[in-house]
């Protein structure tokens, strides 16, 4: 029997990931199974919201983008609680420009690939940076499916997080790991995060904001600098990824990812281009 499975996130100013993601969920888990809270009363609701439950809050100004971070996940937090109390068997928590993609070589959906799954800590998929490659790649074409417009990707402990929960639990911000809990990266799921996408989108984003955004954007273009100066691209990083990841962790942060510091380009398989996304 297939389980009760939500996804969740929060967003402001993001119409166009926020319609790429409630596009992809909603195929994979079904609209009415989506929660977004939009931060802003003034927020727009998106063109392709469809049947995916939209609540909009006020905007809390005035925070760094630290606070604004722990003020979201304590939000994102207390809605997965109450989902799980309301019946749920699986809350995906991510942002926006994340998805979370199951091998297409296990011919299952992702609905039906954690339906299976005996969940007893959060799940991680192997966290895929994608970025462009500024020798080779141009623009983005907005119209189009964004895997089809790029090759390349960072493997970044940064991404590979824990955004499957089997139960009640608490995020730290971001996502970025589970409060008194370890985490397990599942051999075939992988989070695909699309920051890094566009040079362009990228600097057009920087804009006005305040030194802790434009601080975060520019590491957000580094992926783009990495991805188009590395020569070595091969597919066989993914496997060392996986067991890097698995086994180091930081001394200071025994429940999230290491890898040494090796920033490892790996090219996106093509399967996972059967996505859509």
Known sequence: MKKRIAAITMARNDEFFLNRWIAYYGRELGEE????????????????AGNANITKLPHK??????????????LLSNLAKNLFLNGYDIVI??????????????KKSLAQYLSDKKINTPISGLGLDVGQDLNAEDQLDLEKPLLQQRE???LSTRYTKPVVLGGIARWGSGFHCVKNNNFKIDKNLYLLHFGSVDYEMIRSKIGDRNPDWKKHLARRAQTIYIITR????????????RILQTWVRPIYAWNKPAQFGL??????????KETGI
């Open 152 to 154: 390349f990707a960072l």
């Open 33 to 48: 199974n989506l929660y977004i809270y939009l931060d802003g009363l003034d927020q727009k609701i998106p063109s392709g």
């Open 61 to 74: 100004e005035g925070l760094s983008r630290s606070q604004g971070d722990k003020y979201r996940i304590s």
């Open 263 to 272: 920033k490892l380009v790996t090219k996106i398989p093509n399967k996972l």
């Open 93 to 106: 928590g991510c942002d926006t420009d994340e998805f979370l993609v199951v091998d297409p070589n296990t």
């Open 230 to 241: 590395k020569k070595r691209r091969s597919e066989k990083f993914i496997k060392l990824a």
